[in-house]
């Protein structure tokens, strides 16, 4: 794409302010205990391995900050286990969704409109950062997992999620002919495991997981879902986990800085 036209940093504003993640679950009014709670079911049903991945009860008293923290849904679980967070989005309409979110549990967080490309904090601020599915959706990744590095301290933790352009969500999407979440976003990048590492490269240790196989969905209908939910589901996760690990949708990063 011609540097004239590649999306700024406004676009990718301006449509994430229109653009709630997975509101389509929900049919509980849009900032209510229960549009938050069915968030919350929906993303760990989807994402369960997050719970066996990440310790979110592990960071009492330590710095945490989510870089493109949406609702608030994981800072959510960070603060229930007693870090310290911060939340910093693009988009405005997600700030305040992430605060009505954290007032309604009655938990305690600092969250700030910012572009994850220039965090307004300062060098070695943080024990940890969190950039779970937004790398691929900012203009600049590599400016943006920089930022992150910078504003941890010597020897914290990062964790990134980006999507695997090698893996089976992909390729069925293009099969089936069924659109990926977000395909309309100004940017939306897929990263082989090697562009993945590459992006890191900053780091003193990186660990990276290939995760989240097939679960039945609840927003696809039609002859097309009921394909997927009925027979792809079953028999992909019948495949020995050995030989379609490296096909999953999500890249997890687990870095030390």
């Known amino acids: 794409m011609p540097p004239s036209t590649a999306p700024s940093t406004d676009d990718v504003r ?137 504003v941890l301290v010597p020897g914290g933790e990062a964790i990134f999620q980006v999507y695997n352009r090698v893996s089976w969500l992909n390729a069925l999407s293009k099969l089936m002919k069924v659109p990926l979440e977000h395909e309309d976003a100004p940017v939306l990048r897929k990263y082989s495991i090697g562009e993945f590492r590459a992006l890191l490269r900053g780091f003193r240790d990186v660990r990276i997981v290939e995760e989240r196989f097939p679960v039945k969905s609840r927003l696809h209908k039609g002859w097309k879902g009921m394909l997927f939910n009925t027979f792809f589901v079953g028999t992909f996760n019948a495949l020995p986990r050995a030989f379609v690990k490296r096909f999953g949708w999500h890249l997890l990063a687990f870095c030390r800085k």
């Not at 493109?68 to 910093?88: K, M, N, P, S």
């Not at 959706?137 to 930022?147: H, I, K, M, S």
């Open 14 to 150: 301006a449509y994430w302010n229109d653009h709630i993640h997975d509101l389509e679950i929900t049919s509980h009014r849009v900032g209510t205990p229960g549009f938050f709670a069915d968030l919350d079911q929906y993303h760990f049903e989807k994402l369960h391995h997050l719970l066996r991945l990440v310790d979110f009860n592990g960071y009492r008293g330590k710095r945490v900050l989510e870089v493109g923290c949406g609702a608030g849904t994981d800072l959510a679980r960070f603060a229930r286990g007693g870090a310290i967070v911060t939340g910093v989005d693009l988009a405005a309409s997600s700030i305040e969704l992430a605060k009505k979110n954290f007032e309604q549990q009655g938990l305690t967080g600092e969250f700030f409109e910012a572009d994850g490309e220039r965090l307004p904090f300062a060098d070695a601020s943080f024990d940890l950062v969190y950039a779970h599915g937004v790398v691929q959706y900012t203009p600049n990744g590599q400016a943006l997992v920089d930022e992150c590095r910078r």
